[in-house]
């Protein structure tokens, strides 16, 4: 198993964090879904994830209009494929910003599922990452994200989304995501 690249990287400048102690660091957490790892806000590297055959990412959503909640499920290299072509483009598209909803099946009504986000610890960061999702995290999903991956909270929006979706794809293929 190869671990993932969080190892030393390239200063993006400041730190953002005073309370970032060593112990706070090496603080493992019980991942709650197979392709998440022991660490806050770090997800599996893709061949780690194709060797234990995890290739199937799912996550809840809810329906904004009916409330009715749904799994839904991406196939994970196919996903990876179509991020992929944003990534080098060094901005975040649209879509990222204001991502595109599914239908609800239930009520019809269109646009309207979105997926649930949990609390920290528990957040689906690759099925968010998957669904191009990332423009849904609301300030305390940021801020535990900055916290733990280091990056930089007081950036533009939509810098900053591009950010997140360039430090998951970091963990999840460093080889072939350019640094930040
Ligand atoms: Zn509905």
Same mark, same amino acid.
């Given at each position: ?71 839904? !499920?991406?196939?994970?290299?196919? *996903?990876?494929?179509? %991020?992929?072509?944003?990534?080098? +483009? =060094? /901005? ?48 305390? !999903?940021?801020?535990?994200?900055? *916290?733990?991956?280091? %990056?930089?909270?007081?950036?533009? +929006? =939509? /810098? ?21």
């Amino acid at each position: 198993m190869r671990q993932t690249d969080i190892g030393p990287r390239a200063s993006t400048g400041t730190s953002t964090s005073t309370q970032s102690t060593e112990e706070e660091k090496n603080e493992t957490i019980t991942p709650v879904y197979p392709w998440a790892t022991s660490r806050h806000a770090i997800v599996h590297t893709l061949d780690y994830l194709v060797s234990k055959e995890i290739t199937i990412i799912s996550g809840e959503v809810q329906c904004q209009k009916c409330q009715q909640q749904y799994k839904i !499920q991406y196939e994970l290299q196919d *996903k990876v494929n179509e %991020i992929a072509k944003f990534i080098f +483009k =060094n /901005r975040a598209p649209n879509i990222w910003m204001t991502p595109n909803l599914p239908n609800c099946k239930y009520c019809n009504q269109r646009n309207c599922f979105k997926p649930i986000i949990s609390k920290d610890e528990s957040i689906n960061w690759l099925f968010l990452l998957l669904g191009q999702a990332t423009g849904f995290y609301k300030i305390d !999903q940021l801020k535990y994200f900055c *916290k733990h991956t280091k %990056i930089h909270r007081t950036r533009p +929006k =939509n /810098r900053f989304v591009y950010l997140t979706y360039m430090e998951l794809c970091k963990q999840l293929d460093p080889r072939k995501t350019p640094r930040l």
